[in-house]
């Protein structure tokens, strides 16, 4: 069974539908590519997938070791090459509300890295991971 159903509703705007919860996304071109930019592009999802992707991970690592991430963010930031046009470095800057001994420091670095979705982006895309503590 499919995952997601996504349709084009016109003048480079897609409505996509995870088929599971029936929750909804709509995805714009950006300016910079014919767009109106009014919403995510697919490339912005891409990037905000690797964050919220590090966020889970690091958060099943988290409960699996007795403590909380709770409030920790993630801004991404995506920077586009050209010839082929495509995502050539994602910037992840992960923000901790607490600060933490080296060792859970360790397990929760090991845990973004490890993301499926970190693992599955081309080995030509940079990602740029900043880890901030305490914050």
């Known amino acids: 069974m499919a ?6 509703k016109g003048e480079l705007r897609t409505e996509i539908e995870h088929l599971q919860s029936g929750t909804k996304i709509i995805t714009d071109a950006p300016v910079d590519n014919h ?17 919220s992707c590090m966020l889970t991970i690091m958060g ?8 909380d991430i709770d409030g920790t963010t993630v801004d991404a930031t995506k920077i586009m090459g050209t010839n082929p046009r495509r995502i050539a470095e994602i910037i992840v800057e992960i923000t901790f509300p607490h600060d933490y001994d080296d ?33």
Do not use: N, W
Not at 3 to 8: A, L, R
Not at 121 to 131: D, F, G, W
């Open 3 to 8: 995952t997601t159903k996504t349709i084009y």
């Open 35 to 51: 767009g109106k930019g009014e919403s995510f592009s697919p490339t912005d999802m891409v990037a905000a997938a690797l964050g």
């Open 60 to 67: 099943i690592s988290a409960q699996t070791h007795g403590f």
């Open 103 to 135: 060792k859970t420091k360790k397990i929760l670095e090991s845990a973004a890295k490890s993301c499926p979705v970190a693992q599955s982006l081309h080995p030509e895309t940079k990602q740029t991971i900043k880890y901030i503590y305490g914050r």
